[in-house]
Nanobody
């Protein structure tokens, strides 16, 4: 079992930056691939970014490529999502998720989920 707790969301103006954190507890963090997903009101949950257990492989959605950066610190059991040049369309609840070893882009491939953190980008 892995418990995930996101933090760092908030209200920011367009063009601003936020850094989300996801702290994990339970099974060894270094054996889990981690993903960030988001869900806006009335929309399906969508992939944002993912990183493998070693950190050697990362994936990004086209909509955030070049603006967002996923990273992890296995010593701190934490995965981060640095979000720059934020746009109003980035407004959503952001969730982190965990799965064994590899990174993946589909929600159904993840075993564990956090409760989410709200990100609101004003225009």
């Amino acid at each position: 079992q892995v418990q995930l707790v996101e933090s760092g969301g908030g209200l920011v103006q367009a063009g601003g930056s936020l850094r989300l954190s996801c702290a994990a507890s339970g099974r060894p963090f270094s054996s889990y691939g981690m993903g960030w997903f988001r869900q806006a009101p009335g929309k399906e949950r969508e992939f944002v970014a993912a990183i493998s257990a070693s950190g050697g492989t990362t994936y990004y959605a086209d909509s955030v490529k070049g603006r967002f950066l996923i990273s992890r610190d296995n010593a701190k059991n934490t995965v981060y999502l640095q979000m720059n040049s934020l746009k109003p369309e980035d407004t959503a609840v952001y969730y982190c998720a965990a799965r064994p070893m590899t990174a993946a882009k589909t929600p159904g491939q993840y075993y564990y989920w956090g409760q989410g953190t709200q990100v609101t980008v004003s225009s």
